[in-house]
């Protein structure tokens, strides 16, 4: 690990990525099944939005995020990534979703499954703040929350989210954006982002696809959250990626 905030990963073992699961424990619980956490060459990234499920009665993020807390200090193989809706917490910011003021609505789940919001709503955003942001691998993949940021036009100016707070423009858009807006970024800006960072493709999620979409270099995946074909990644690190149906043969399928 280059910093804290940037996750390496070697050209050996096996990978596992799972995007947004918004408070979904079934989906949490099954993915980890797949996963040998003895073994330290077997890793899981989850790519952030663990929490905020829309339904009160069915959130299950306080369960999700107490163990992803355990895991992340018990196993060196275990990745959990930022994403804008812990983002939200860490900053304080509004978020939306249907209506709802997601923040509140968090801060009652934990009141109802705690019986009081403190200490446990600060223990939470603490380990929000030490989630990393990105995995890069050694057979040339990138892994964050979303993005790119089409703001990154060098190397220089990528490495400066390191040094930056949860203001930075850049993390917002690795944190925000999304495929299918004109104003955030195109298929060539993926382009220009993996060449700048030294990688050949790119595995998101934040955008509620149907499974998953190809956009250039970018594969977005929904792993859980909206969509009937949930898509994760199931990789040999050792693997050569030549082409980007080499990641789509990586692609795990569970249609209910």
Not at 37 to 43: K, Y
Not at 50 to 69: A, C, R, Y
Request: aromatic content about 14%; hydrophobic content about 40%.
């Amino acid at each position: 690990m280059l910093n804290d905030k940037l996750v390496e990963l070697p050209d050996y073992g096996r990978l596992i990525v799972v995007t947004d699961l918004h408070g979904n424990l079934d989906d949490y619980n099954h993915y980890l099944s797949l996963w040998d956490e003895n073994d330290s060459d077997f890793h899981i990234v989850f790519t952030g939005d663990l929490i905020h499920g829309l339904n009160f009665d069915e959130d299950k993020s306080v369960e999700i995020l107490d163990d992803v807390i355990t895991k992340s200090k018990q196993y060196s193989n275990f990745h959990a990534l930022l994403g804008n809706h812990e983002w939200a917490h860490i900053t304080n910011k509004s978020i939306y979703k249907q209506g709802k003021p997601l923040l509140q609505e968090f801060k009652n789940l934990v009141s109802y499954k705690k019986g009081f919001i403190e200490p446990h709503l600060t223990r939470y955003i603490r380990f929000f703040k030490t989630m990393p942001y990105f995995v890069r691998t050694a057979n040339g993949l990138f892994i964050s929350h979303s993005g790119p940021s089409a703001k990154v036009k060098n190397i220089d100016a990528f490495n400066i989210i390191f040094e930056s707070d949860y203001s930075s423009p850049i993390l917002d858009d690795f944190l925000w954006n999304r495929y299918n807006s004109l104003n955030d970024y195109t298929k060539q800006d993926v382009v220009d982002f993996l060449d700048i960072v030294g990688c050949k493709f790119m595995i998101v999620g934040h955008c509620p696809v149907e499974s998953y979409k190809v956009f250039s270099r970018q594969i977005i995946m929904s792993s859980s959250f909206n969509t009937d074909v949930k898509t994760y990644l199931d990789m040999d690190l050792s693997k050569d990626l030549n082409a980007i149906e080499d990641v789509q043969k990586s692609l795990k399928f569970i249609i209910e």
